[in-house]
């Protein structure tokens, strides 16, 4: 069992910054894949980024070059770091867990999941 916490949401002007972290417990941490999706109004769940187990990352085009993930294995934790924000980012964040895979970017690859954070960005 993984039990998985996300905090840094809130609201951000066009072009700013934000912080999202995700605090997981319940299992030795550095044996999953993390990974991070969103959920805009009246869409579906999309994938953001991935972090091996190992470090390598893997984003979405939509947000290649923006976004960052990172984890911290000492501090069971894994972070998105959200520069030049767009309007269209804007939607609940949640971070994922996944056992089974080496890589994962898909929704069904993924184990566990957190409650989500809102992140919302202003024109």
């Known amino acids: 069992q993984v039990q998985l916490v996300e905090s840094g949401g809130g609201l951000v002007q066009a072009g700013g910054s934000l912080r999202l972290s995700c605090a997981a417990s319940?299992?030795?941490?550095?044996?999953?894949?993390m990974g991070w999706f969103r959920q805009a109004p009246g869409k579906g769940r999309e994938f953001v980024a991935t972090i091996s187990r190992g470090g390598s990352t893997y984003y979405a085009n939509s947000v290649k070059d923006r976004f960052t993930i990172s984890r911290d294995n000492a501090k069971n934790s894994v972070a998105l770091q959200m520069n030049s924000l767009k309007p269209e980012d804007t939607a609940v964040y949640s971070c994922?867990?996944?056992?089974?895979?080496?890589?994962?970017?898909?929704?069904?690859?993924?184990?566990?999941w957190g409650q989500g954070t809102q992140v919302t960005v202003s024109s």
């Open positions: 994922a867990a996944s056992l089974r895979f080496t890589t994962a970017t898909k929704i069904t690859d993924y184990d566990y």
């Open positions: 319940g299992r030795t941490f550095s044996n999953t894949v």
